[in-house]
């Protein structure tokens, strides 16, 4: 059973995110995560160390009705 008692680092990441209203209920964005692409433990399994996911970037349209 995993009951989180294995260490991991303490670590904090920064994320961004921009938005640009296009049309009504329309908006084109630009967001980043984890902006310096630190390594970030997230769990520890039998000594085998995970980690978060590395910098992400990611562009879209959000619409809103």
């Known amino acids: ?20 209203q296009v049309g009504e209920g329309v908006e084109a964005f630009l967001a980043a995560d984890n902006v310096f692409d ?14 978060a996911s590395p910098r992400v970037v990611s562009v879209g349209l959000s619409i809103r009705r």
Not at 1 to 20: H, K
Not at 38 to 51: C, H, K, L, P, R
Request: aromatic share 2%; no cysteine; net charge negative.
């Open 1 to 20: 059973a995993d009951l989180n008692r294995l260490p991991v680092e303490e670590a904090s990441v920064v994320g961004l995110r921009a938005g640009l």
């Open 38 to 51: 630190e390594a970030v433990q997230n769990g520890q399994t039998s000594g085998e160390i995970n980690y």
